[in-house]
DNA sequence: CATCTTATGCTCAGTTTGAGCAAAAGAGCG
DNA sequence: CGCTCTTTTGCTCAAACTGAGCATAAGATG
């Protein structure tokens, strides 16, 4: 019988005003997530485990964990991709976690570099508005892999929810709804990559649709984004990808980085005030462009446990 | 070194006006969840497996089905409440799936019984208020399990949030979190068990606190129960549940017995109707003690997208 | 036919939200 | 220095939503 493995892969987020950054390891031919073999004999609880890996093989700890899901599909897992690692008969069942972190260091004793997350899913940054290439390129390819497909309808409808055609609204959070469907529909690189393609013939079909990962840790990326997206508005767990204090413009800049969706300032405002999240300093940051900001910091004592744990996001 | 065995359990669920129901298999001893072990060389995915499984095992096939949380905490799986299946040296994962269903047939060819969630969590009931043994049992004994341990405030602060006691709020979805701090805090039998202490001379202390389950099992439970109660709050899953055709008070009854949470009818309505999410069928239930009531369905079609996809809880 | 029970309709004040106008406070520059 | 630019911060206003009730409708029961 073949014997079983288990891999823990880590997205490991940090941002700043510009952008959402993900920690990526290099491997030969493409990046990867952070990732080890759980240890059966040593680790007690996963979470131990993959802080005493992401410690050793990325040289930091990450402030914030969460599970998010485990992922056993055969054929997603392509372990070749990383032959050091992998029991090559054995099936690899891979458990993603997601970790959080407000410092960035540059620390190239290890081979691990920070990466917009938007480099690996173009479509997904609206903060300047829809991307183009939605509706130039993906938005038709969907529509012909609808057609063609058993369950026609079903296709269909599954396009335009996820990426918000035909006047649907585009709702952040379903970032792994639509990276799996650019995977069924044989738009992410990784799909022909699992089913033995030769890359190089159809590499055309790929441009613009974002830079593949390993195995299938751009489908954990995915999932990491959307539970992010979604987690924000309801626990406030954005600063901790903040610094100790901070001004209001710049958490803004951070969750609108993190939602890929501009919001309204004045209201962005008002609805973290009544929130109660966060108390001014007093100090100021003395600011190049326009009149000084308040610097604030986060209340960790927030016991109010009313409506908002979360940040509101009034949309712009 | 130790081999891994994934173990896949689920929790598969069913509701009246009165409760929730969960499918439960006798063992020697204590109930647990319908589970089985994960095949590497058949199952292509955990959910085809757990599919697979269910059927055999129960009889029956959950519609929607969603993958809950991978637990890999040594020392709390428990293998041996299990002899059967167990490979006594291996390390168990166990991969927890909740299903949902509208049937509750009473196949009894096979070995399980639905049972009410309650009996596994009395505390999370609070539609007739806030149930008394909170207070006079769970409370008491958490505010003694804080003043000994060691991080004493957090401890209090962990207890306040999750049981809402000292004036905080009772909050439905946390039910996972009280689970866990009752076995943190020793009140959980299967704490006791776990660390082989004899349970029969401390049987007392677990005296209401609910039934217990072998392995895991009860954790997993408390997660479905958790994540259960959040989900029908922002998608349309709590129709699962429901029959085809339903009068409102009925699926009000539904949603108050997966809540635990008593709502106020007229909001209720009112919200419903706004979220276009059901549609008056023209006929009506010949009821049985006051005003027939117009039966509604689920409105499959529901492509609005629009706030909320989930049936709105204002509290009664 | 009066009474009981549940369904259903409607009101009203308080709150929240979406959208915007306007003033304040530095920096840079002729 | 006074003007312009930029960003912060304060404030308004109408529309929508929520929480809490009152009131009526429509069968069943005896």
């Known amino acids: 019988m073949t014997s079983i493995a288990v891999g823990l892969s880590a997205v490991i987020v940090a941002a700043d005003a510009s952008a959402p950054y993900v920690l990526a390891t ?9 990732h080890g073999r759980f240890d059966p004999d040593g680790d007690r609880t996963f979470e131990l485990g993959l802080r005493n890996w992401v410690r050793a093989q990325t040289g930091f700890e990450p402030g914030y964990v969460e599970q998010l899901y485990t992922f056993g599909d055969r054929g997603r897992e392509h372990p070749q991709a990383d032959p050091d690692e992998a029991a090559p008969d054995a099936r690899l069942i891979s458990v993603g976690y997601l970790g959080l972190t407000s410092e960035r260091t540059e620390d190239s004793a290890f081979d691990a570099v920070w990466r917009s997350w938007y480099q690996f899913f173009p479509w997904e940054d609206h903060r300047d508005g829809r991307p183009p290439m939605i509706d130039a390129h993906i938005a038709p390819a969907l529509y012909k ?5 058993p369950a026609s309808a079903a296709r269909l409808d599954r396009a335009r929810m996820a990426f918000g055609l035909d006047d649907r609204p585009w ?19 990784e799909a022909m990559r699992d089913i033995g393609a030769d890359s190089s013939s159809t590499d055309g079909a790929f441009a613009g649709s974002g830079e593949p990962m390993i195995s299938d840790h751009r489908r954990i990326l995915a999932t990491a984004v959307g539970r992010l997206r979604g987690k924000i508005k309801y626990r406030p767990v954005i600063f901790e990808l903040m610094p100790e204090t901070f001004t209001l413009s710049q958490l803004q800049k951070v969750v609108e980085a993190v939602l890929g969706q501009a919001l309204h300032k004045q209201n962005f405002r008002r609805a973290l005030d009544k929130s109660g999240l966060v108390e001014g300093t007093g100090t100021f940051e003395t600011y190049t462009g326009g009149r000084p900001a308040e610097l604030y910091r986060f209340r960790r004592d927030v016991q109010r446990e009313r409506a908002a ?8």
Do not use: D, M
């Not at 709702?171 to 690189?189: N, P, S």
């Open 171 to 189: 709702i952040e959070e379903r970032a792994l709804e639509r990276y799996e469907l650019l995977y069924e529909a044989g738009l992410a690189f």
């Open 26 to 34: 290099r491997h030969s031919g493409a990046v990867g997530l952070p």
């Open 145 to 149: 892999w609808s057609e063609h497909g």
């Open 309 to 316: 744990l979360g940040v509101a996001t009034p949309k712009a």
